[in-house]
């Protein structure tokens, strides 16, 4: 892996803000009681674990209070300044989060999954047939 590389990192699952301030992603057996040991830190566990690797990072976040960080973000204005931070934070580090701290990422059944998967899945497939239309400023950036 070099400097000019992509690591993409899709994850859409359950988010919890914890009160220690922390935004975990639950894992497949979460329990409540055991958050620690069924559920990620974002940011310990999944970004400092990848930050020694030496690429750009994309990371795609669909999951309630997504925007979050710390508990104090999730219940201010400040929604995401978290996670600004720690993508400011590391070199080539970028984000994309369904939602703020303090809101919900919706799933639909029709889907079977979330709308900003649905919304991504969509985007790809858009660009994979070449729909016209899907550089909306026609700078090639897509």
Request: charged share 20%.
């Given at each position: 892996?070099?400097?000019?590389?992509?690591?993409?990192?899709?994850i859409?699952?359950h988010?919890?803000n914890?009160?220690q301030?922390a935004f975990?992603?639950?894992?497949?057996?979460?329990?409540?009681p055991?958050?620690q040991?069924?559920?990620?830190d974002?940011e310990?566990?999944?970004?400092?674990?990848?930050?020694s690797?030496?690429?750009?990072k994309?990371?795609?976040?669909d999951?309630?209070?997504?925007?979050a960080?710390?508990?104090?973000?999730a219940s201010?204005?400040?929604?995401?300044?978290?996670m600004n931070?720690?993508?400011?934070?590391q070199?080539g580090?970028s984000?994309?989060?369904?939602?703020?701290?303090?809101?919900y990422?919706?799933?639909?059944?029709q889907?079977q999954?979330?709308a900003?998967?649905q919304?991504m899945?969509?985007t790809i497939e858009?660009?994979?047939?070449?729909v016209?239309?899907?550089?909306?400023?026609?700078?090639?950036?897509l």
């Amino acid at each position: 892996i070099g400097p000019q590389d992509l690591i993409l990192v899709f994850i859409s699952s359950h988010g919890i803000n914890t009160p220690q301030g922390a935004f975990h992603i639950a894992a497949s057996d979460y329990d409540g009681p055991f958050l620690q040991e069924t559920s990620l830190d974002f940011e310990k566990e999944i970004i400092n674990y990848l930050a020694s690797i030496s690429c750009r990072k994309l990371f795609l976040i669909d999951a309630c209070h997504s925007g979050a960080g710390s508990e104090e973000y999730a219940s201010s204005q400040l929604s995401g300044e978290r996670m600004n931070q720690l993508a400011t934070g590391q070199k080539g580090l970028s984000l994309m989060m369904s939602c703020r701290a303090n809101e919900y990422s919706y799933e639909d059944d029709q889907w079977q999954n979330g709308a900003f998967t649905q919304a991504m899945l969509h985007t790809i497939e858009q660009f994979t047939r070449r729909v016209p239309g899907i550089y909306l400023n026609q700078d090639g950036a897509l």
